[in-house]
């Protein structure tokens, strides 16, 4: 193989490479903007939860795809230290019992301790009657916590649409 092949070959590498790399960058970027983008908006609605109380929790309802009113819905639904764990929540909280009048959110042992004030909040991803959810679980009063999600369809859509 003659030495200019050699080049044009190395040179076509090394620019794939380049571009492969910047494309994954870009993908990673875009995820922690868009998945810190959700954690602030859950963050921001737990503070008024801690203060304003029950009166600032989001309804309970049905799961919707899509946007209601120009913006994600958001699932809350209270724990306390004696709440049964959800059957096959477990660490990737899946399989959770489904209710179609109510969005049951999945249940850990972490969440209980959350709840009884021996674990710190957290973030958390599940997936419940086949919606992509992000959510945290956070202490609002001695012995309860507030478990609030919402769906991460519009960023899978965005991340899927970079087509790494």
Not at 6 to 28: E, F, P, T
Not at 55 to 71: D, K, Q, S, V
Not at 91 to 105: F, I, K, N, S, T
């Amino acid at each position: 193989m003659s030495i200019r092949r050699r080049l044009a070959i190395g040179a076509a590498l090394a620019v794939a490479l380049a571009v492969a790399a910047a494309s994954l960058a870009s993908y990673v970027a875009v995820r922690a903007q868009l998945r810190g983008d959700v954690d602030d908006s859950l963050r921001q609605q737990v503070e008024r939860v801690q203060r304003e109380g029950a009166r600032a929790l989001p309804p309970p309802g049905i799961f919707r795809r899509g946007e209601r009113f120009g913006g994600p819905q958001v699932y809350s639904q209270v724990v306390t230290a004696d709440t049964p764990v959800s059957a096959g929540a477990g660490d990737r909280r899946r399989g959770v019992r489904e209710r179609l009048d109510d969005v049951q959110l999945p249940v850990t042992e972490r969440d209980l301790q959350v709840a009884a004030g021996t674990e710190r909040a957290y973030f958390w991803d599940a997936e419940v009657q086949g919606v992509p959810l992000r959510g945290v679980t956070a202490p609002v009063a001695a012995g309860v916590a507030v478990e609030l999600a919402r769906s991460v369809d519009e960023v899978q859509s965005v991340l899927r649409g970079l087509g790494i």
